[in-house]
């Protein structure tokens, strides 16, 4: 095999074949700060991480006169490489966003009433200490919620929450990727990564990877459909970018991926071209499962999913062909239908039984790197059991993230006990969480509501204090170990001095530990902390370099191949890959993915489904100036066929409901999606007026979307939703 | 020693592009492009009947012709040609009549209200004598836009250029356009 021409000139190179090994594509870094660039002089230039999504892309920020201009990406990075989105491009005016919040605020009017005093920090700190203080006094430190969403400085959060006394900690994966990492956990015992760069053939089920930019997963699929021809199947109901770069696109109909999936799996097994020695080696339950999807016949999917019984077996067919190759991607994002847990269950199995568990071009588990940890005082755990009663309703979910939906129908009804302040960190619940009114009834049952937030949030605006932190350009945050195929730690430091008077969270968090007696646990600087992580790295020098460079990636060649020894215990039940799962059956749980149809809307009645653009990620996007550009609001997809049943027009007025809300939005009358099926896109609807680009403009998805959650991982089903639609 | 000819070119492989925007606001950080305007975009081909269907992108930004119209109606000669093909604003010089908007073929210019100048696209040029890539060049996810010297036979422009078709807009023109669209 020859070498792999590739555009990705900057950093990557294609390495030739090693006896007996096919070649595979690898990531070579190069140096930015070899020509001769400092970080020193009034005109600098400061290695830094992206925080606009969770990737983590490294940039460097090219300061003059004391603002930020530019950010540049930062080749040395393996995951992100030398790019930067268009969200990471726009971070900047995530800074000079004259919506800030430029001061610690106490609500004077009602909540949402937008009657706001600027306050000292110290009157801040006070103010929600003594209220926190009031709940625990009279109601126990776990009536108090911490909800938060992952970045590099909610350690410090969380860890006041559980100083404070409060087993109540819940963050964002049930909102987000929480069936695909315990079904690939309750597999694999572990979540790995998609080798991409590699692989030859690619399905993905609405995995809008082209759209949904995750690094380096985007750029490694562009390149492996359109350069070193990879072949990508894909499905969803929505032709998106994806699709349209996608060889193979298929609109299969809702709710039904795990119709597709198990008549894949029929088709490879009843022909035989599962991977044999795999299978045996490092497999258990092959011979349930064989038996198990006998009554899954590619026919019967077609009736399911809407795609040809002669594409599924011939997709099936190449799928196995490629082996070890090809992949089912997982995807992120993957709260759909209160299946989700076993669809994703059946794509890891699908995946398992052609082999390409630690190979070349498919799944592959992550390399991890140490780090070291700041030792801050421990404190007692709390005593009382968590509120959203995960242990009884989800025992395989992650007990330290919560369970988001449950947590709110508890909240609501009081049961096992009353929750009364609710403090949030870089989160949105309003937007984030579906059916808002019961988020706003939850709101209204709480006696405190803390928000911390560089911007104006929904959240925040029915806050009774916000407190407002940094922007990550103006932070140092702690050190981040990214695993993966290519592992790499990346750091975070101060780019410019805050424009407002703003602090980290750390500072943030002390300030509030110190009026509530809970000082002695966060008794450290952030410098002492990056110290402390700084000195476990493996990298020489490693504060110097991590300073001067922002990132360090292990080695530009992945291995592969690590967990294949007959002696490797996956850290499973069995120690093997479980097809057939004991733990879920003990659990009382399907033991093997067992389908069902899901319901489908009524006559007159659309599914609603959900996704992204690559310009907006996070509900906060849609208010950043050079973001908004793209997309000034957010309308309602609707196939032309319903449309004329409808009388709907091209970008007439729509009113959509569903039994918990209904909004008003502009219709697209659009070839681009199913017929039974709407969209519509994150972020708009705005209920805070320091969201003022797109305040009342356009409609939020959390007014229509109904409560419901994958029973096994109480992931939100985000696709559950049904909606009437009419010109308003 | 002789300066070698330069000949700077842009060459776009549009189905590698994701319509993702990261050009677009690379350039606006750049450049400082007033919120409103811009100096390079990303043309939308929709079409077919679902679900037939088939979505293009394509970038598109000044193509820096070799006989750029906008130099030949600027009245005050403020639009002009670098050695290397960079056609370039002398901002000084322009007095804001936009002709030159009217000239160009590829509706790559605009008004900068504040300085009342007509501003577009540089190709970075700052950044290129620095040794780097323009700013949209370098952001770019999937690596859409190649930037080289046509001149120098060992750059990848000319390697593409050499080995795949490709296409210009609009040559009927006569302005000679150097971006390259690859087929």
């Known amino acids: ?728 | 020693m002789a300066m070698k000819k330069k000949r700077y070119a842009l060459v776009l492989d549009s189905r590698k592009c994701i319509n993702c925007k990261a050009c677009v606001v690379a350039c606006k950080a750049e450049n400082q492009v007033p919120v409103g305007n811009t100096r390079n975009w990303i043309n939308e081909a929709r079409q077919g009947e679902y679900p037939k269907l088939r979505i293009d992108f394509e970038p598109e930004q000044c193509h820096h012709c070799e006989h750029p119209s906008c130099a030949r109606v600027c009245p005050t000669g403020a639009t002009w040609m670098r050695k290397d093909g960079i056609v370039l604003v002398n901002y000084d010089d322009c007095i804001g009549c936009r002709y030159c908007m009217v000239a160009c073929p590829y509706d790559a210019r605009y008004f900068h209200e504040e300085s009342g100048t007509v501003h577009k696209c540089t190709l970075c040029s700052h950044r290129v004598d620095k040794g780097d890539l323009p700013a949209c060049v370098e952001t770019c996810p999937s690596k859409v836009r190649v930037f080289g010297d046509l001149e120098d036979p060992t750059s990848r422009v000319h390697e593409l250029l050499a080995t795949r078709r490709y296409r210009v807009k609009e040559p009927q023109t006569g302005n000679g356009p150097q971006l390259y669209y690859l087929l």
């Open chain 1, 1 to 728: 095999m020859g070498t792999i021409r590739m555009d990705r000139r900057l950093f990557l190179k294609a390495a030739g074949a090693t006896a007996g090994v096919a070649a595979t594509t690898q990531v070579a870094c190069l140096s930015y700060f070899k020509k001769g660039r400092s970080a020193a002089a009034e005109n600098r230039e400061v290695p830094t991480t992206c925080e606009l999504c969770p990737n983590k892309c490294s940039a460097i920020a090219v300061v003059e006169g004391g603002l930020v201009k530019k950010l540049n990406p930062n080749p040395e990075n393996p995951k992100s490489r030398d790019m930067l989105c268009a969200r990471g491009n726009a971070a900047i005016k995530q800074v000079y966003d004259p919506d800030r919040i430029k001061k610690p605020m106490i609500r004077m009017g009602a909540r949402g009433e937008g009657k706001w005093k600027e306050v000292s920090w110290d009157e801040a700190f006070d103010f929600a200490a003594k209220k926190l203080a009031e709940v625990k006094d009279k109601y126990g430190p776990q009536a108090s919620l911490w909800s938060s969403t992952e970045g590099f400085q909610e350690v410090f959060f969380k860890n006041l929450g559980l100083a404070f006394g409060s087993p109540n900690l819940v963050r964002h994966p049930t909102l987000c990727l929480a069936s695909v990492n315990l079904a690939y956990s309750a597999t694999f015992g572990t979540v790995p990564s998609f080798d991409l760069l590699n692989s030859k053939f690619v399905i993905m089920s609405g995995a809008n990877r082209f759209e949904s930019i995750i690094t380096p997963d985007t750029m490694d699929l562009i390149g492996g459909v359109m350069e070193r021809k990879a072949k990508l199947v894909y499905l969803d109901p929505r032709f998106t970018v994806t699709a349209a770069k996608a060889d193979e696109w298929y609109p299969i109909k809702p709710g039904t991926d795990l119709a597709f999936i198990l008549a894949m799996i029929h088709v490879i097994i009843q022909e035989n071209r599962h991977s044999k020695d795999f299978v045996a080696a490092f497999t258990t339950g092959f011979d349930e499962l064989a038996e198990h999807v006998k009554q899954y016949t590619p026919e019967w999917a077609e009736k399911e999913t809407e795609i040809p019984a002669k594409d599924i077996i011939r997709i099936a067919r190449e799928f196995a062909d490629a082996a070890p190759r090809s992949l089912y991607y997982a995807g992120r994002r993957s709260s759909w239908y209160q299946n989700d847990f076993q669809m994703r269950r059946a794509q890891a199995i699908l995946n398992a039984i052609i082999g390409n568990w630690d190979q070349v071009g498919g799944m592959v588990p992550n390399a991890k790197l140490p780090k070291g940890e700041f030792l801050f005082m421990p404190w007692d755990e709390p005593k009382a059991p968590r509120v959203d009663e995960i242990e009884k309703h989800f025992p395989l979910a992650a007990k330290g993230d919560g369970v988001y939906l449950k947590l709110r129908e508890n909240v609501l009804s009081g049961k096992p006990y009353p929750i009364k302040a609710w403090m949030v960190y870089k989160q949105d619940p309003m937007n984030a969480m579906p059916d808002q009114a019961k988020t706003l009834k939850m709101i209204e049952g709480m006696d405190f509501i803390g928000v911390i937030d560089v911007q104006m949030s929904d959240m925040a605006w029915y806050a009774d204090v916000v407190f407002p932190e940094s922007a990550y350009l103006e932070r140092t945050d702690p050190v981040e170990v990214m695993a993966g195929i290519w592992p790499a730690v990346v750091y975070r430091q101060q780019v410019v001095k805050p424009i407002h008077d703003t602090k980290p969270n750390l500072e943030i968090v002390q300030g509030l530990a110190k009026r509530l007696g809970l000082s002695d646990y966060f008794d450290y600087t952030i410098e002492q902390w990056v110290e402390a992580e700084f000195k476990e790295l493996p990298i020489p020098m490693a504060m110097e370099h991590m300073k001067k460079h922002g990132v360090w990636a292990a080695s530009g060649k992945p291995v592969y191949g690590k967990t294949l020894n007959p002696d490797f215990r996956f850290v499973t039940k069995t120690g093997k890959i479980e097809l057939f799962s004991q733990r879920l059956q003990e659990a009382g749980y399907d033991p093997l993915p067992v389908y069902a149809a899901p319901v489908q809307p009524p006559g007159d009645r659309f599914r609603l489904i959900l996704g992204r653009v690559g310009y907006f990620t996070h509900a906060n996007q849609s208010n950043n100036v050079w973001l908004n550009e793209f997309m000034k609001e957010n309308d309602l997809w609707i196939n032309p066929k319903p449309a004329e049943r409808l009388g709907i027009r091209n970008g007439a007025l729509v009113e959509v409901a569903s039994s918990v809300g209904k909004v008003k939005l502009k219709a697209r009358v659009t070839e681009e999606i199913r017929p039974d099926c709407v969209f519509m896109l994150h972020g708009f609807g705005k209920k805070s007026k320091l969201q003022s680009l797109v305040y009342n403009v356009g409609a939020s998805d959390a007014v229509i979307l109904e409560t419901a959650w994958d029973k096994v991982s109480g992931n939100a089903a985000f696709h559950e939703t049904f909606v009437k639609v009419a010109n308003a």
